[in-house]
């Protein structure tokens, strides 16, 4: 017998997000059924909104960057117990067969991985519903252990932003000696900044905006590159084995390419569409790489939660109420956060 639940919702891509109540299923033999206590907001949970891509379904609840405790467990649920710190992030479901799934890599499931909210669950087909919300059931292979370090609230983030540029950091070997460059300081870019430092990289932050330089230090570059600078881009020229770009517009971004070293690779990671004009010629010349990333898998993200715990890394939040969501989706379009939203779920108990 399902249940229902209060929520935030959007009922349509004009409308502003407001209170809901959605139904969640009974808990099957696997689920694992989740107080949320803190969920982070995404830059992509205002493109679904927003109907940006033009698959939404609405009412729409966002939320993926999932962080909460253990309230009940399925009879067949042997890796969580009641009370456990857990998080859940983008993915809820995959056909768990597929070559991709079978190496632990269910984001790119091939028959269709199913997502945390404005997708349909592949037993019932009813839709899924994110985080903004006072519980969520979900299978306990996709469900993830908080170590006891982190706080709960900065883990939010580590959900998607934190998991988006550790999976290219790993994917590409980086490690001690390793020269990294991030493209962007923003939600992704922070945690870019942050993870490469930890894995012993030498960083540089690309930026756009001078102001950027203090904070980029303290969140672990060691050198930040004005990107309309031509003099300091020729002064990085091969130097890069790996660009991670979180910018989430279209740019232009032949200019990077010479920053690689020979063998290098840029991995696009904040935006998804066409590239007007890309020049593939210094990538042939060079053998450099043009490459894209989507979050990870879960070992992957559970490998990613333990890093952060063994290393103290937090995402840098503002912590908000859900009643100011639509207002910090306005600040959001605005890139003014720093540098990620978190929203304190208790407030979902409070008069809207």
Sequence with gaps: MNYRVKSYAAQSSGSLLAPFQIERR??????VVIEILY??????DVHNVHNDWGNANYPMVPGHEIIGKVLAVGAGVSRFQ??????????VASCKHCAPCEHGQEQYCQNGATYTYNHQDPIDGSRTYGGYSETIVVAQDFVLKVPDSLDLAGAAPLLCAGITTYSPLRHWQVGQGSKVAIVGL?????MGLKLAKA??????????SPGKEADARRLGADHVVMSTDTAQMTAVAGKFDLIIN???????????????ASGGTMVMVGYLGPLDDFNTGPLVFSRKALAGSLIGGIAETQEMLDFCGQHGIHSDIELIRIQDINHAFARLL?????????IDMASLKEPA
């Design 39 to 44: 969920c982070g907001v995404c830059h992509s």
């Design 246 to 260: 979180t910018v989430p517009y279209k740019h232009d971004v032949n200019p990077y390419i010479p920053t690689l």
């Design 82 to 91: 009641i009370g456990d710190r857990v998080g859940v992030g983008c993915l």
């Design 186 to 190: 923003g939600g992704l870019g922070h």
């Design 334 to 342: 605005k890139a003014d956060v720093k540098y990620r939203f978190v």
């Design 199 to 208: 894995m012993g990289a030498e960083v540089t932050l690309f930026s756009r």
């Design 26 to 31: 009974s808990p099957r033999t696997d689920d």
